[in-house]
């Protein structure tokens, strides 16, 4: 099969010429105990993938990447009992173990033994299994790699979705719908009266501002310096839409002693402590994004008690997968939840360098790819 391969991380933009990504033959292996073969649909670039071609997030090398997608089960492994060959699936970029600490609490978006074997690039329940024509190791990227014709994963790696669901809607909900979704509901616990700020307009930044939009009686402020993401947010539900300069008077002027909930979706330090000097007091920012690690932030230590603000961090959107991906699909079936607004185009495997410098300057929302083309 082909795969999307990263070999040397750090390469320089544009990487339509450094060419970081190389599609590469790799063998297809057959799924151990536990785990299934997926045929890929559709496999769409995040900036979680951008973030591992510019050495931002470590990873262990050569890498398969791609970690949203959405394909169909050609192959099933002993004890994977309750899926059938040709059933159509999302990919979920943390495995749940559903033992350990963070499982055990209801928190699987923060599973320890998926975190670990995420990080080292293997899958949930053996080593990596990808290997080049020659055998040598090609570790899989956050138990998924989907930039590739075929993927093998963990069991707990996918969540099955019905056949109305059209291959270009399904692989947006893997990561950009859990982790903006459930920023909002699940970690912000946002409500029925309250404001909101959405600083950072990609995709998980607008899937925040659709679920936002669905509460009611609610202020929904989305901030992008790109005038394009900021018409884009209205579309997806937004109240406001202005630039990061505007933002401070807009909040002054509609929410009164500031918002109740900021959703951080850049990947900035600056931006959480210009999110926490706009919460009202009790409000909480959230934070969702991927900072460089040399980053480090800098605020007034008083008022988290003397003004009981909150500052928190959100994983997938500290998602329960198989709970919340049927309940968005079920908005989006409703007419709520406009998800496609999301995805920008498609194009096949072969542009996916070009489609790293479109996602880099803001061009394009989802991009999504067809790994057989």
Not at 116 to 133: F, M, V
Not at 253 to 265: N, P, R, S, T, Y
């Amino acid at each position: 099969m082909r795969a999307a391969v990263l070999r040397q991380s750090g390469l320089t933009a544009p990487y339509a010429q450094s060419q970081p990504l190389s599609l590469e033959e790799l063998k297809l292996a057959a799924p151990r105990a536990g785990e299934l073969v997926v045929r890929i649909e559709r496999a769409s670039l995040c900036h979680s993938d951008l973030s591992v071609v510019n050495g931002s997030r470590l990873r262990p090398l050569p890498m398969a990447l791609g970690h949203e997608a959405a394909g169909v089960v050609t192959a099933l492994g002993e004890g994977v009992n309750d899926l059938e060959v040709g059933q159509r699936v999302v990919t979920v970029f943390v495995p749940s173990c559903g033992s350990c600490r963070a499982c055990a609490a209801g928190r699987p978006a923060l599973c320890h033994r998926g975190a670990e074997s995420n990080g080292s690039g293997d899958l949930l329940h053996g080593p990596a299994i990808l290997e080049t024509e020659h055998g040598e190791e090609v570790k899989h990227h956050l138990g998924v790699s989907a930039f590739a014709e075929y993927a093998v994963l963990a069991r707990e790696s996918v969540v099955p979705v019905a056949e109305d669901v059209p291959a270009e809607v399904a692989a947006l909900f893997g990561c950009a719908a859990l982790t903006g979704m459930g920023a909002v509901l699940n970690t912000g616990e946002f409500s029925a009266g309250q404001s909101i700020a959405v600083f950072g307009l990609g995709a998980v930044g607008l899937a925040a501002v659709m679920a936002a939009a669905i509460v009611p009686e609610t202020t929904v402020i989305a901030v992008d310096p790109l005038p394009a993401k900021r018409e884009l947010a209205v579309r997806c539900g937004a109240d406001y839409a202005v630039a990061p300069e505007e933002a401070a008077e807009l909040v002054n002027q509609h929410c009164g002693d500031g918002v109740d909930l900021v959703i951080e979706a850049v990947g900035s330090a600056r931006v959480i402590e210009a999110g926490l000097a706009l919460l009202t007091r009790g409000g909480a920012v959230v934070s969702v994004g991927l900072p460089n690690p040399e980053q480090q932030l800098t605020v007034q230590a008083l008022q988290f008690a003397g003004a009981g603000k909150r500052l928190l961090g959100s994983y997938l959107g500290d998602a329960v997968p198989e709970r919340d991906l049927p309940r968005y699909l079920q908005l989006w079936r409703q007419g709520e939840l406009p998800i496609e607004l999301l995805h920008t185009d498609t194009r096949p495997l072969s542009e996916i360098n070009q489609g790293l410098d479109a996602l880099a300057s803001g061009a394009v929302v989802r991009r999504l790819f067809v790994p057989g083309e």
